[in-house]
């Protein structure tokens, strides 16, 4: 059976694979209902609200799906009423297993907004193929079958994001994190993207659209 991969807006992706069903980053910016829908485990890069809807993401973890994330992510949900049997602390480095996907946590620390912002914990995930950075750039060991390449934020600069995605050599690159875009500017950075990018295919998803994955065992 085939893994899928949806985006659900924003950061939030879901896969799927038969009765295994797994979402990774379900914040304030996207379909939470969808995303969130009969769902078996969450992951969470880290604590920003467009990553983290933690009274939603709280409310499911209490209805007894188990959570993966950093420290500072389970500290809200615990302070949100989540139950602590069902919150797991990830770090870099680390290999478990969510809704029975095998998972391998990378990188620690968030991209660096402003040198006055103090940076906080980010925990990238490699599952079925698909590497999800958070806010972060993350290189594996190996390509992954898709990176999900964050396009737009005050921490990034375009130029950086191609050259993360060239370093990276995925063999698609879906671009998320462009919730603060709009249609001119979702043209603009695909345009770049898929132009300069030349080691990858582009895979422009919009909200509830999906892609088939191939998952070749890559290694972190």
Same mark, same amino acid.
């Given at each position: 059976?085939?893994?899928?991969?949806?985006?659900?807006?924003?950061?939030?992706?879901?896969?799927?694979?038969?009765?295994?069903?797994?979402?990774?980053?379900?914040?304030?910016?996207?379909?939470?209902?969808?995303?969130?829908?009969?769902?078996?485990?969450?992951?969470?890069?880290?604590?920003?609200?467009?990553?983290?809807?933690?009274?939603?993401?709280?409310?499911?973890?209490?209805?007894?799906?188990?959570?993966?994330?950093?420290?500072?992510?389970?500290?809200?949900?615990?302070?949100?009423?989540?139950? =602590? $049997?069902? *919150?797991?602390? @990830?770090? %870099?480095?680390?290999?478990?297993?969510?809704?029975?996907? !095998?998972?391998? &946590? #990378? /990188?620690?620390?968030?991209?660096?907004?402003?040198?006055?912002?103090?940076?906080?914990?980010?925990?990238?995930?490699?599952?079925?193929?698909?590497?999800?950075?958070?806010?972060?750039?993350?290189?594996?060991?190996?390509?992954?079958?898709?990176?999900?390449?964050?396009?737009?934020?005050?921490?990034?600069?375009?130029?950086?994001?191609?050259?993360?995605?060239?370093?990276?050599?995925?063999?698609?690159?879906?671009?998320?994190?462009?919730?603060?875009?709009? =249609? $001119?500017? *979702?043209?603009? @950075?695909? %345009?770049?993207?898929?132009?300069?990018?030349?080691?990858? !295919?582009?895979? &422009? #998803? /919009?909200?509830?659209?999906?892609?088939?994955?191939?998952?070749?065992?890559?290694?972190?």
């Amino acid at each position: 059976m085939t893994a899928r991969l949806t985006r659900w807006g924003h950061s939030c992706v879901r896969v799927d694979e038969g009765d295994r069903h797994l979402v990774i980053d379900p914040g304030a910016f996207s379909d939470l209902d969808a995303a969130l829908d009969g769902v078996g485990a969450i992951l969470v890069t880290h604590e920003h609200v467009d990553h983290l809807a933690v009274d939603r993401v709280a409310s499911v973890v209490t209805g007894g799906v188990p959570l993966w994330g950093p420290r500072p992510v389970l500290e809200l949900l615990r302070a949100a009423g989540a139950p =602590e $049997t069902h *919150l797991h602390t @990830v770090a %870099g480095g680390d290999h478990f297993q969510a809704a029975g996907f !095998e998972v391998r &946590a #990378l /990188g620690e620390w968030h991209a660096i907004v402003h040198p006055d912002i103090p940076r906080i914990a980010n925990v990238a995930y490699l599952v079925a193929g698909v590497l999800h950075p958070g806010d972060a750039h993350v290189q594996p060991a190996d390509p992954p079958d898709v990176l999900l390449l964050p396009a737009a934020a005050p921490w990034l600069l375009l130029a950086d994001a191609i050259d993360n995605a060239r370093d990276v050599r995925a063999r698609r690159v879906i671009p998320v994190h462009d919730a603060t875009l709009n =249609e $001119t500017g *979702l043209t603009l @950075v695909h %345009g770049l993207v898929g132009r300069l990018v030349r080691e990858s !295919e582009l895979v &422009a #998803l /919009g909200t509830g659209e999906s892609i088939e994955l191939h998952d070749e065992g890559v290694s972190a």
